[in-house]
């Protein structure tokens, strides 16, 4: 298999500028449009544990649609990176008191609870952040593989919760280039759509 990693570092470099290219106005409005599709989404409408993230590096930020699940007493969960098991997560609870550190990437995230843990597979929703995603699903990250890892029973087996993509619109390409460990995504919204792949 050809090595695709510089391509997909290029390819990440490009999309990171043009998401961080956006303005305040238009990141708070795509902020204000993913509560939108939020509301209208059955899967989230009928999710009690959802897993969402903090926006970083221009991101398509959840936090108002986050505020949104608060008040429909849903349960937020925020990814932790684990800290005995390199390159996994953990899931933590998260509600307008908890306490917050930030990780060694600089983004902020729960501070480690084990009584605010819950397994990932008791997750209904896990919303993903992404770097570039294309027409058939396929979802370009950071390069760390996290989410990878924690989606991977869901790849193999459809077991463990539904992962869903949160992008900017800007952030669509034609084509991603796959590795093997690669997950697809069954669902990525943006702030004008929602694209269903399966």
Known sequence: MPDTQPERQNLRQLIRQRRKSLSQAEQQAAAQQLVERFQEHP???????????????????????????????????????????????LFLRYTATTPMTRNRYGIAEPELDVQQVLPHSMLDIICTPLVAFDEAGNRLGMGGGYYDRTLACWHEHQLGPRPLGLAHDCQQVDAVPREQWDVPLPQIITPSRSWHFA
Not at 64 to 76: C, D, M, N, S
């Open 43 to 89: 899967g989230i409408l009928a999710a009690s544990r959802i897993a969402l993230y903090l926006a970083n590096d221009g991101e398509l930020d959840p936090l108002p649609a986050i505020h949104w699940l608060w008040a429909r007493q849903k349960e937020v969960y925020l990814p932790v990176l684990h800290p005995f098991t390199p390159g996994h997560l």
